[in-house]
T-cell receptor, first 109, second 116 residues
C-alpha cells in the first residue's frame, strides 16, 4: 500500500528552527509537495521537490532523498504566524497526490 | 502562485436541500480539478477527481449520485451536494492543476457547509 508518515504534532519556540520530517512509500514518484494549512483555512503551496537535495525559499527549505523515501521541511526564525499544520504529499506514478495526515506545529513565545 | 476561487465561502441550508459549490481557476486553465472534504481536526480526504469534459472519478466510499461534479470548462468545476443531511456538514475544498500532470495543485479558499 501507499503511505505517508509525518509526526502528528511538534512544538517549537519563536525565533528557533524546526525540522518536520516526512517518510513515504508510494507506487512511483513524481515529486513531493509541502503545504501549509492554518486552522479553518485551505492549504497553501510551500514547496515542490522532485530531485534530491535542498530547495531554499526564504525562511523555509525543503529537502528530498528519493533513495531513502524521505523529506523534511525546515523552518527558520520561527514566527508566531508559522503556527499551522504542515502537510506532506507525494505525487505517485499516476500523478495523484497521496497526502500525509499533517503535522500540527505549535509555536510558543 | 496561481489563483483558485470558490463560491460560496459559507453556506447554511436545511436538511434535504441541494447546495452547489463553484470552483474557478482565475489565471490558468485547469485540466484537472480535485474536490476534497475535511472534517474538524482531520486530514484532507479526496472525494473525486474531474477532468475537463469527462466524467469525474470518485474515491471509494463517495456516492457519485449524492455529490455531483461537473467540469464543463477549463476554468470551472462545480460540486453539488444533493439532498444534504447534517452529516454532510464539512469544509469542502477544491484544487486545480494545469495540464501536464506534474503541475502543482493550487487550492481554493474552501466552502464551509452547515446542514441544519
Amino acid at each position: 500500500g501507499q503511505n505517508i508518515d509525518q509526526p502528528t504534532e511538534m512544538t517549537a519556540t519563536e525565533g528557533a528552527i524546526v525540522q518536520i520530517n516526512c517518510t513515504y512509500q508510494t507506487s512511483g514518484f513524481n515529486g513531493l509537495f509541502w503545504y501549509q494549512q492554518h486552522a479553518g483555512e485551505a492549504p497553501t503551496f510551500l514547496s515542490y521537490n522532485v530531485l534530491d537535495g535542498l530547495e531554499e525559499k526564504g525562511r523555509f527549505s525543503s529537502f528530498l532523498s528519493r533513495s531513502k523515501g524521505y523529506s523534511y521541511l525546515l523552518l527558520k526564525e520561527l514566527q508566531m504566524k508559522d503556527s499551522a499544520s504542515y502537510l506532506c504529499a507525494v505525487m505517485d506514478s499516476n500523478y495523484q497526490l497521496i497526502w500525509g495526515a499533517g503535522t500540527k506545529l505549535i509555536i510558543k513565545p | 502562485g496561481a489563483v483558485v476561487s470558490q463560491h460560496p465561502s459559507w453556506v447554511i441550508c436545511k436538511s434535504g436541500t441541494s447546495v452547489k459549490i463553484e470552483c474557478r481557476s482565475l489565471d490558468f486553465q485547469a485540466t484537472t480539478m480535485f474536490w476534497y472534504r475535511q472534517f474538524p481536526k482531520q486530514s484532507l480526504m479526496l472525494m473525486a477527481t474531474s477532468n475537463e469534459g469527462s466524467k469525474a472519478t470518485y474515491e471509494q466510499g463517495v456516492e457519485k449520485d449524492k455529490f455531483l461534479i461537473n467540469h464543463a470548462s477549463l476554468t470551472l468545476s462545480t460540486l453539488t451536494v444533493t439532498s444534504a443531511h447534517p452529516e454532510d456538514s464539512s469544509f469542502y475544498i477544491c484544487s486545480a492543476r494545469a495540464s501536464g500532470g506534474r503541475e502543482t495543485q493550487y487550492f481554493g479558499p474552501g466552502t464551509r457547509l452547515l446542514v441544519l
